[in-house]
């Protein structure tokens, strides 16, 4: 297999599968992901992708006011206008690859409405908006040439040479080394760094961790979003989302009672964004003395339920609960990242020639918390400002490749079990929703511990080690900006 290329993404979401689609066409593009390409957060995606594209009662000024609001007023006001006046030509773009959005009876988008959102701006394909994308970029990639596409293939090291990068690979048959004049990071968020999460099992922060330790600034990797309305199953690890686009079709929030709460805490009620609603859970929690909670859309037609939701509605129902007859029990949990590998507005970190896109970048749209909506597109136009940049760069480049040693230790031993588990428990009871002051302190000092334990002893290097440093790493980030 050829080990050089001009481009290197790692990543095989929206934003790495968007970015490898945009580089040239004489752009040679090695595009590896850890696992399969449809087991990536954005496949998981359910509610869909906002964006104003031939909506007349909308305007981007709305949808740029809206997404300030839910960010606290702290967003990057020109990332911003980047993201909402280019939504357009991606939603136009996804339609040209054959991404079905759900329509009206007349023809028209069905476009629905999500917490913090003005209007009905958010195009999708019924309640599994994320697989059809996901399915839609795959089908556009394999028709491309210039693109190579290693599934199970693994970043285990990087780093920067005098002509670019160079990537250690960690496939099935044993690891290589590849290097590159420029490289897109896009391996998403760092959901398994808590013990509950909606997040897939690829999200351990992988690209933010070795960004750096190559030196990229690392930014507001505190702002972390807690979804309110995750099913609450005790024992799952990945929690099932329920949409907010359940929310946005009219489902209550009610406590232990069963009694609706949320006009103690917000006049937007049920449609507040996401950090109100899910602090207003554990306020909630604490005034009534219980973790029970629910939501409740079943006053709603079930015909209805069922065929704007089908997904959401098999699922919960092969966990016991009919959505359409009673309300299910939820909880907030960690969702998705809104700080990360700080980036320019053409996606490039502050090491030349290393790029980052979608939910491991820190591009600043979102601001203290992100709109609904707003992270898959976010990921497609970024994605596509570092392929732009990466083909304006091209030319300029000398030719010829380093290749970096990546030294093997001999007699390396197994990583010991339960340090991950750890990680997780300390980030799950001191910076959950509501930070637990007094538990920062003692979880930093023991996250320190652990992480200089895994950089410096002598242990295999596989995916369970490279992982738990990457949690461990990213644990370690977040805490030390909150201390
Ligand atoms: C349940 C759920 C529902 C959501 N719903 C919505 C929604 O409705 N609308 C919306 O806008 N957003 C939604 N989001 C958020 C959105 O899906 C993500 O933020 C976005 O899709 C992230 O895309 P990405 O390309 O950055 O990362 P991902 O899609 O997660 O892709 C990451 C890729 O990186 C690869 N990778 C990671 N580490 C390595 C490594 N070391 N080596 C090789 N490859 C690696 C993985 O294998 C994967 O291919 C949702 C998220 C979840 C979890």
Do not use: W
């Amino acid at each position: 297999m050829e080990n050089n290329y001009d481009v290197i993404i790692v990543g095989g979401g929206a934003a790495g599968l968007y970015g490898a689609i945009n580089m040239p066409a004489d752009c040679r593009v090695l595009l590896i992901c850890k696992q399969e390409l449809m087991l990536c957060n954005s496949a998981l995606a359910q509610g869909g992708i906002a964006g104003v594209y031939d909506s007349p009662e909308d305007s981007v000024e709305l949808h740029e006011h809206d997404t300030m609001i839910a960010g606290g007023f702290k967003n990057n006001p020109e990332s911003l206008h980047i993201l909402t006046t280019h939504a357009a030509h991606e939603i136009e773009t996804l339609l040209s690859y054959g991404v079905d959005f759900d329509r009206t009876p007349d023809g028209g988008f069905h476009r629905t409405l999500e917490g913090g959102h003005s209007r009905h701006r958010i195009f999708h394909h019924k309640d599994t908006t994320g697989a059809e994308i996901v399915e839609k970029l795959i089908q556009k990639v394999q028709t491309l040439s210039n693109v190579t596409v290693l599934e199970y293939a693994m970043m285990t090291g990087m780093q920067k040479t005098n002509t670019g990068f160079s990537v250690q690979v960690m496939q099935k048959q044993g690891f290589m080394v590849c290097n590159c004049h420029f490289m897109l990071l896009a391996t998403g968020g760092i959901g398994r760094v808590y013990g509950f999460t909606t997040n897939s099992k690829i999200a351990t922060g992988d690209g933010i961790a070795f960004a750096y330790e190559n030196g990229a600034e690392i930014r507001n990797l505190h702002l972390v979003q807690f979804h309110p309305t995750a099913f609450n199953n005790n024992q799952a690890r990945e929690c099932l989302l329920i949409s907010e686009a359940v929310r946005g079709e009219g489902a209550y929030l009610l406590n232990c009672r069963k009694e609706r709460f949320m006009q103690r805490y917000d006049d937007r009620l049920e449609l507040a964004p996401r950090d109100v609603v899910s602090r207003s859970i554990i306020l909630e929690s604490r005034a009534t003395g219980s973790d029970q909670f629910y939501l409740d859309i079943f006053h709603k037609d079930p015909e209805f339920v069922k065929n704007r939701f089908p997904m959401i509605y098999e699922k919960v129902l092969e966990q016991g609960y009919d959505i359409t007859k009673e309300p299910i029990p939820i909880f907030p949990c960690q969702h998705y990242l809104m700080g990360g590998i700080q980036v320019n507005l053409h996606s490039e970190t502050t090491v030349p020639r290393l790029y980052a896109a979608g939910e491991c970048a820190h591009t600043g749209v979102h601001g203290n918390n992100r709109l609904a909506s707003n992270s898959l597109l976010e990921a497609l136009v970024f994605a596509r400002q570092a392929a732009l940049d990466i083909a304006e760069k091209m030319p300029s480049v000398q030719s010829g490749y380093d290749e970096a040693v990546f030294p093997a230790a001999a007699d390396a031993k197994p990583l010991p079990v339960g340090l991950r588990t750890e990680i997780r428990q300390i980030m799950q009871s001191s910076f959950f929703v509501i930070p637990d002051q007094e538990k920062l302190l003692a979880g930093f000092e023991r996250i320190q511990e652990i992480r200089s334990q895994l950089v410096s002893q002598n242990y295999q290097l596989d995916a369970n080690y490279v992982e738990a440093k990457s949690l461990a790493t990213i644990a370690y980030i977040i805490l030390k900006e909150v201390i």
